[in-house]
């Protein structure tokens, strides 16, 4: 059996060189400003907070909780890799990312409307039909584009969408994506096969 120490020492080697592909969307702890708690989220909490630069902006700050464990911080460092290369209108776009210091933290576009589901529990009366298709035609937009680009979301649901004040919606939340490849005519999943008896069938 490995021993503990070990463990972590390869855990910090991989989150070490998985930081290491941001480049230029590494931010430092000063690069930004936290404002008020708007969410919690998988692995920590987010807050509405400014980016200081190069513009000044308004953004959605998603914090990995201090007490992570290194596999905690691989998953969390993972999911802002996963949205790294992601540019759709209808998918919420990766700001940066700061990892040197704890607590590590992902910025977000900030999207003002919140989630589909408070939206649409909020007391804004019936939608009519050609807005339901509309909500409908952004969010399948967005998840054919993931398609597109070898992903799939694995956990697309009211609360992983977000509204902006355009009420332009955007599929959010990528810590349970996972990358796909196509062999041999069947999909598979980095880390194994995909559940495909759970899974619409088409042809």
Same mark, same amino acid.
């Given at each position: 059996?490995?021993?503990?120490?070990?463990?972590?020492?390869?855990?910090?080697?991989?989150?070490?060189? =998985?930081?290491?592909?941001?480049?230029?969307?590494?931010?430092?702890?000063?690069?930004?400003? &936290?404002?008020?708690?708007?969410?919690?989220?998988?692995?920590?909490?987010?807050?509405?907070?400014?980016?200081?630069?190069?513009?000044?902006?308004?953004?959605?700050?998603?914090? =990995?909780?201090? @007490?992570?464990?290194?596999?905690?911080?691989?998953?969390?460092?993972?999911?802002?890799?996963?949205?790294? !290369?992601?540019?759709?209108?209808?998918? &919420?776009?990766?700001i940066g990312v700061q990892?040197?210091?704890?607590?590590?933290?992902?910025?977000?576009?900030?999207?003002?409307?919140? !989630?589909?589901?408070?939206?649409?529990?909020?007391?804004?009366?019936?939608?009519?039909?050609? @807005?339901?298709?509309?909500?409908? &035609?952004?969010?399948?937009?967005?998840?054919?584009?993931?398609?597109?680009?070898?992903?799939?979301?694995? !956990?697309?649901?009211?609360?992983?969408?977000?509204?902006?004040?355009? !009420?332009?919606?955007?599929?959010?939340?990528?810590? =349970?994506?996972?990358?796909?490849? &196509?062999?041999?005519?069947?999909?598979?999943?980095?880390?194994?096969?995909?559940?495909?008896?759970?899974?619409?069938?088409?042809?």
């Amino acid at each position: 059996m490995p021993s503990l120490l070990a463990c972590k020492s390869r855990s910090f080697f991989l989150l070490s060189s =998985l930081v290491a592909e941001f480049g230029p969307l590494a931010l430092h702890p000063q690069d930004v400003s &936290v404002e008020e708690k708007v969410g919690e989220g998988q692995f920590g909490f987010v807050h509405r907070g400014k980016l200081l630069k190069p513009v000044l902006s308004i953004v959605a700050i998603k914090f =990995l909780k201090e @007490t992570a464990e290194f596999q905690e911080q691989e998953l969390f460092v993972r999911e802002a890799l996963r949205m790294k !290369d992601l540019k759709h209108e209808n998918v &919420v776009s990766l700001i940066g990312v700061q990892y040197q210091r704890k607590p590590i933290f992902i910025v977000l576009e900030y999207l003002g409307k919140g !989630d589909l589901r408070k939206y649409l529990l909020g007391g804004r009366g019936l939608l009519n039909i050609p @807005t339901q298709v509309d909500m409908c &035609v952004q969010v399948m937009s967005g998840l054919h584009y993931l398609q597109s680009m070898h992903y799939v979301h694995r !956990d697309i649901a009211a609360r992983n969408v977000l509204i902006n004040e355009k !009420d332009v919606l955007k599929v959010s939340d990528f810590g =349970l994506s996972r990358s796909l490849y &196509v062999s041999q005519g069947q999909y598979k999943k980095s880390g194994g096969m995909l559940p495909l008896r759970w899974m619409v069938f088409t042809q």
